[in-house]
């Protein structure tokens, strides 16, 4: 079965810079719909990021809105997530998702219920202070 896989996480400091990439684990299928989700340590599940193809439609949380930025390289089917200006809040296990969607609404819609067909195994991301 396809599964998005995650890569690029790891420890920074507060103000610094990060980008993990999300691609799926086969060539053959790609996900018109990608979101990005963090846990933090006991907290819920959060939604940070997704993107609808090749940037038809992104969408982000309200705590990472103008430091965070979703893209997609159409060649290599892979999304990023460049998270910059990072603060210690922002710790925690950054997942992948990916779904099929028609058209831009759709993944909208899929960002806000977390309705993701198929999910990573997450990359930590540790900010200290």
């Known amino acids: 079965q396809v599964q998005p896989v995650e890569s690029g996480g790891g420890s920074v400091r507060a103000g610094e810079s990060l980008r993990l990439s999300c691609a799926p684990s086969?060539?053959?299928?790609?996900?018109?719909?990608v979101g990005w989700f963090r846990r933090a340590p006991g907290k819920e599940r959060e939604a940070v990021a997704s993107?609808?193809?090749?940037?038809?439609?992104?969408y982000y949380a309200d705590s990472v809105q103008g430091r965070f930025t979703i893209s997609r390289d159409g060649t290599t089917d892979t999304v990023y997530l460049e998270m910059n200006s990072l603060e210690p809040g922002d710790t925690g296990i950054y997942y992948c998702a990916g779904t099929g969607a028609g058209y831009s609404r759709q993944c909208e819609d899929a960002f806000k219920r977390a309705d993701y067909r198929f999910w990573g195994q997450g990359t930590q991301v540790t900010v200290s202070s």
């Open positions: 993107i609808y193809q090749e940037g038809f439609g992104t």
């Open positions: 086969s060539s053959r299928y790609s996900f018109a719909c």
